[in-house]
């Protein structure tokens, strides 16, 4: 079922049946305008994504006031094709939950305002999510009801790999979650999406670089692994980036297909080796057994295939959301909301938005940087 142009819809009414609470969700932190209806046990009933690479892609990049433009326009169609999978639309929704923050304020305001009108209209409670909360517990939707997902179990930890961010975090349950560590500087995939860019790929590059490193040979081409070694949890991905730039403008002639393939090859590889040497890394020092790789990057072959062989020589147990489910969605968001309205949990009309998230619950490790770090300022 398509309204318009770029927008993905997934119906299901078989779950319907069994639903308790049903909660709206709205995202629209980004460059996806999406509304989805989810049960409080992660039954997908409906999924709307209108994506907007399309409008941005001239610019190599998201256009944040166009970003805000385009929700505007979409927010309302797209929120009435995820309720029309209800037989009786908005009056089926017991809670309505929408994205928060991180993300680009503009476009954040137009869902929660939208998000704000429904809950007002129709007495709803409203809860604002955490997009990276709503990530990291994308793994519990279930949109095939004759064929469940295996979902983990609590602990686990998380490796969440997207276009805005890149950590590691311990998931004890979906109010306790601890990041172990996260990026200095690029996220996975605007290292990706810088890499295409200087390759002359075009935006979004992540499936583009994914694609032609199938074909080439990584060891052709030496670049940085940076901060590599299980050592440190945390990531950086700007040194790799600038070694790819020094490698492109030291060509003399223009760069051919094949050679191209194999400088994405190489590149591929040694971001996909970092994530899944501390996602490793992580397990062990947690004792957890269980890893869950999400975010849009999970998307990546050749980290699914290297992440596939490293967990089970190390019998780490493996877990990636369907592809729908890595991707920016609002389904992610209302499983993520009705976990709080279950709780009993209401923000009520005052709710704001938040351009940078807080970080998730404090690590010894980071507790012993920070410490480290206040030490040597300077003192007056
Ligand atoms: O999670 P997501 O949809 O949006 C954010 O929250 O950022 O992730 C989008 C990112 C983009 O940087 C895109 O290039 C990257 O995920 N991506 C990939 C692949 N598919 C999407 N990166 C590497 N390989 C892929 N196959
Ligand atoms: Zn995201």
Do not use: W
Not at 80 to 106: F, K, M, Y
Not at 216 to 229: C, F, M, T
Not at 275 to 297: M, P
């Amino acid at each position: 079922m398509f309204a318009f142009p770029g927008v993905r819809c997934h119906i299901s009414l078989a779950f319907a049946k069994e639903c308790v609470l049903i909660v709206l969700g709205i995202e629209s932190s980004c460059d996806e305008t999406a509304a989805a209806v989810v049960a409080a046990d992660g039954s997908v009933l409906a999924d709307v994504v209108s994506s907007q690479v399309a409008l941005h892609a001239p610019y190599g990049g998201v256009v944040p006031e166009l970003a805000a433009r385009c929700h505007m326009d979409n927010i309302v169609p797209v929120i009435e094709q995820a309720l029309a999978a209800l037989p009786n639309g908005l009056a089926g929704i017991d809670g309505v939950a929408v994205t928060q923050g991180p993300g680009l304020v503009g476009a954040l305001l137009v869902g929660v305002q939208a998000a704000k009108s429904i809950a007002f209209a129709r007495s709803l409670p409203i809860v604002g999510v955490n997009h990276l909360i709503g990530h990291l517990l994308a793994i519990f939707l279930q949109r095939k009801p004759a064929n469940p997902s295996p979902v983990p179990s609590f602990p686990f930890i998380a490796l969440l790999v997207s276009g805005g961010h890149t950590a590691l975090y311990e998931v004890r349950s979906a109010f306790d979650i601890e990041q172990l560590g996260q990026t200095r500087d690029d996220a996975a995939g605007e290292a990706f999406d810088k890499a295409a860019k200087l390759l002359g790929l075009g935006y979004p590059g992540g499936p583009r670089v994914d694609r032609l490193a199938g074909s080439g040979d990584p060891s052709r081409v030496v670049l940085p692994r940076p901060l590599a070694g299980r050592k440190q949890l945390e990531f950086s991905f700007s040194g790799l980036k600038t070694a790819l730039a020094q490698h492109v403008t030291a060509q003399t002639s223009p760069l051919t297909e094949p050679q191209i393939a194999d400088i994405c090859a190489a590149f591929q590889h040694n971001v996909v080796s970092v994530l899944v040497d501390k996602a490793l890394a992580a397990c062990e020092r947690r004792g957890v057994r269980r890893l869950v790789v999400t975010g849009g990057v999970a998307a990546n072959r050749g980290l699914r295939a290297r992440a596939a062989s490293a967990c089970a020589s190390a019998q780490v147990e493996l877990f990636f959301p369907e592809f729908a489910s890595c991707t920016d969605n609002a389904a992610m968001i209302a499983y993520a909301g009705a976990q709080r309205l279950l709780a009993g949990e209401n923000d009520g009309l005052g709710l704001s938005v938040f351009s940078r998230s807080p970080i998730l619950g404090v690590s010894a490790e980071q507790a012993a940087m920070r410490r480290y770090k206040s030490s040597r300022l300077p003192r007056v």
